[in-house]
């Protein structure tokens, strides 16, 4: 059986330094892989003001944390500089498409999640696909705003059409 993992952008610091929201959809991934080792990896993120500013892509980041922590370069497919959750899956779908996969995997966190469902239904929609949600260890104080951000972010997707 032949998964493509998705590991949707977080922030990172100007120094590239991954923040706790990247960290933890970084080692859900990894403990994903540590289990499925027959998985091909695309990690999303470019650049941008509200998440990365330092002159390398955030999934350049991303693949070297993960490459740190013992996955092969190989698994890695093209990944893309998007700039948001939308771009992610504008930019990942014709990979998804060509590759067939018998499963697609998206990790994101967990307060992220039902944004990213809804975003990747619209712009995606390939049948075979598994959301696991990465658990945020951010203090109730840093979480709180998040998880209303998505909510709205949310409510206005649903009355709405990209």
Same mark, same amino acid.
Request: neutral net charge.
């Given at each position: 059986?032949?998964?493509?993992?998705?590991? %949707?952008?977080?922030? /990172?610091?100007?120094?590239?330094?991954?923040? +706790?929201?990247? +960290?933890?959809? !970084?080692?859900? #991934?990894? =403990?994903? *892989?540590?289990? /499925?080792?027959?998985?091909?990896?695309?990690?999303?993120?470019?650049?941008? +003001?509200?998440? /990365?500013?330092? @002159?390398?892509?955030?999934?350049? *980041?991303? $693949?070297?944390?993960?490459?740190?922590? /013992?996955?092969?370069?190989?698994?890695?497919?093209?990944?893309?500089?998007?700039?948001?959750?939308?771009? @992610?899956?504008?930019?990942?779908?014709? !990979?998804? %498409?060509?590759?067939?996969? @018998?499963? $697609? $995997?998206?990790?994101?966190?967990?307060?992220?999640? #039902?944004?990213? =469902?809804?975003? *990747?239904? =619209?712009?995606?929609? *390939?049948? &075979? $696909?598994?959301?696991?949600?990465?658990?945020?260890?951010?203090?109730?104080?840093?979480?709180?705003? %998040?998880?209303?951000?998505?909510? =709205? #972010?949310? &409510?206005? %997707?649903?009355?709405?059409?990209?």
């Amino acid at each position: 059986m032949k998964k493509l993992l998705i590991v %949707l952008g977080a922030p /990172n610091g100007p120094l590239g330094e991954l923040s +706790q929201i990247a +960290q933890d959809r !970084l080692a859900c #991934a990894l =403990r994903f *892989y540590n289990a /499925n080792s027959d998985c091909w990896i695309v990690c999303t993120g470019g650049f941008g +003001q509200h998440f /990365n500013t330092t @002159d390398k892509p955030h999934f350049f *980041y991303a $693949v070297k944390y993960l490459t740190d922590n /013992n996955v092969p370069a190989s698994a890695f497919l093209e990944c893309p500089p998007s700039s948001n959750t939308i771009e @992610d899956f504008q930019m990942t779908r014709d !990979l998804v %498409l060509e590759k067939q996969p @018998d499963i $697609v $995997v998206i990790i994101t966190s967990d307060f992220h999640l #039902a944004r990213a =469902r809804a975003l *990747y239904t =619209r712009i995606i929609n *390939y049948p &075979k $696909v598994i959301f696991v949600p990465a658990s945020s260890s951010l203090p109730e104080a840093q979480l709180a705003p %998040l998880v209303e951000h998505e909510a =709205r #972010a949310l &409510k206005k %997707l649903q009355e709405n059409t990209l």
